[in-house]
Structure formats: C-alpha cells, structure tokens
C-alpha cells in the first residue's frame, strides 16, 4: 500500500513558495518540484515543470499512439523510458519558456519524480530534491543530488561536512530548465 502526503511552506527566507507538487493516484505519478530560489520565477519553473510532466505521463500511461521525442534506452523498462522522456520535455518547456521571456530568464527547478505501479517504482531527480526509502526505522536516502558540494565530495573524498560552511555549498550543477538538455538518474525498486 501506497500513502502519499505531503506539506509545503515558503520558509523564512522566501517571500514566495516556489514549491510545486502533484500526486495523481490514477497513474502512480508523485512529483516535487522546487523552483531556484533567488532566481528569476522560480514558482513558474516549478509548475511548468511538475505540468509538463504530468501532461506526457497522463498521455503516455496506455503505451499507446504517441512518440519518443529523445529515443528510447533499450535497457529500461517502458516507465523509465517514459519517466526520462518527461524529464527532457519538461526541462525543454521551462528551458523554451525562460529563453522567450525575459521576466524569465535563468529560471529552473528541481524535480524528483515517481511513478508507482503495484510494487514496482521507477523514480528520478534533478537538482537536490531527494527521494527517501523508509523501512522499519531505517531511512535510506535513493537519489544523488546534482550539487557542486557531492561532485567536490566524490572527487575529494571528503566527508560532506567538510564543506558545511563553503560559499559553493548550495550550488547544483543540474536542473530542470537552465540547459537546453538535461540528463537525470533514474532507478527501479520493487516496494517489499
């Protein structure tokens, strides 16, 4: 059994939430978007975002009469390839959108998105949304964030802490909207 909830808040930083989230239990899909703050429209990033990609997913759901804009990986499931292929269209839509408005320009957002069917989720990121397992009392976080502080942590092997008062420290080095492509990770896991 899946149980989803969720809460949000603009924080005490922020005068706007640039938070967007979508739960649609007819096709599995959770997604949460955090659009940049400090950036131009982040909130527009966020829920073009978390639109586009319920659109093509919505659409997509049947495996019927629609085409593969990006190719398909031969080594994924259909939910992966659809998954990723949403990602790209998303971050092509808020990419397209930034670069014709330039109350706009140099929005993006993270994404982590999910789609659960039975036991089975297939689920991805950008940015430093993150996508957590709990089992028991044991939390496992599944998804990298796409930061400056992990690629320096990788190559350092340093401990993240290392790095707690860095003025990079909240850099991401990939997100939905600030390239004309975008790449993600995506994982499968069976829910026991």
Known sequence: MLTVSSSTHAGAVRKINEDALLWDPEIGLLVIADGMGGHNAGEVASHLAVDTLHSFLKMSADGDDFTWPFGINPKWS??????????????RRVYRESEANANY????????????????????????????????????????????????????????????????????????????????????????
């Open 78 to 91: 259909f939910a992966a390839n659809r998954l990723m292929t949403a990602l790209k269209i998303a971050n």
């Open 105 to 192: 320009t140099g929005m993006g957002t993270t994404v982590v998105a999910a789609l659960a069917d039975g036991p089975n989720v297939t689920f991805a990121s950008v940015g430093d949304s993150r996508m957590y397992s709990l089992q028991g009392s044991e939390l496992r976080q599944l998804t990298n964030d796409d930061s400056w502080i992990v690629m320096l942590q990788k190559e350092s092997g340093l401990d993240a802490r290392a790095f707690d008062k860095h003025p990079m420290r909240h850099v991401l080095t990939s997100v939905v909207g600030a390239r004309p492509e975008v790449d993600a990770e995506v994982h499968e896991l069976e829910l026991v």
